[in-house]
Nanobody, 118 residues
Framework: QVQLVESGGGLVQPGGSLRLSCVASGFTFTNYVMRWFRQAPGAEREFVASIEPFTTATNYGDFVKARFTISRDNAKKMVYLQMNTLQPEDTAVYYC???????????WGQGTQVTVSS
């Protein structure tokens, strides 16, 4: 059974930091590009970051502006998103995604809420 389970969301003040985690199970982790997306109320889901399984090459959405860092631990089947200098506009549900490098098939987690507010 494929599972992606996110954790680490919560309420943080503007300028603060959070580290999101996602644990994967039920598939060959190294066949998948791991990605984070987010979706704010009333908005479309948008790409946040991605990381390749072996080269660990990364890619980020334009809005990230060096504030976020994605990383992965293939041995633990984990992917992380370190978010710094958070702003109210970063408030959203953050989703972990696994995209097969060969087929393009994608799995999704259930999401974790991040709220940035004073």
């Amino acid at each position: 059974q494929v599972q992606l389970v996110e954790s680490g969301g919560g309420l943080v003040q503007p300028g603060g930091s959070l580290r999101l985690s996602c644990v994967a199970s039920g598939f060959t982790f190294t066949n998948y590009v791991m990605r984070w997306f987010r979706q704010a109320p009333g908005a479309e889901r948008e790409f946040v970051a991605s990381i390749e399984p072996f080269t660990t090459a990364t890619n980020y959405g334009d809005f990230v502006k060096a504030r976020f860092t994605i990383s992965r631990d293939n041995a633990k089947k984990m992917v992380y998103l370190q978010m710094n200098t958070l702003q109210p506009e970063d408030t959203a549900v953050y989703y972990c995604s696994a995209r097969n490098r060969y087929t393009g098939y994608q799995y999704w987690g259930q999401g974790t809420q991040v709220t940035v507010s004073s």
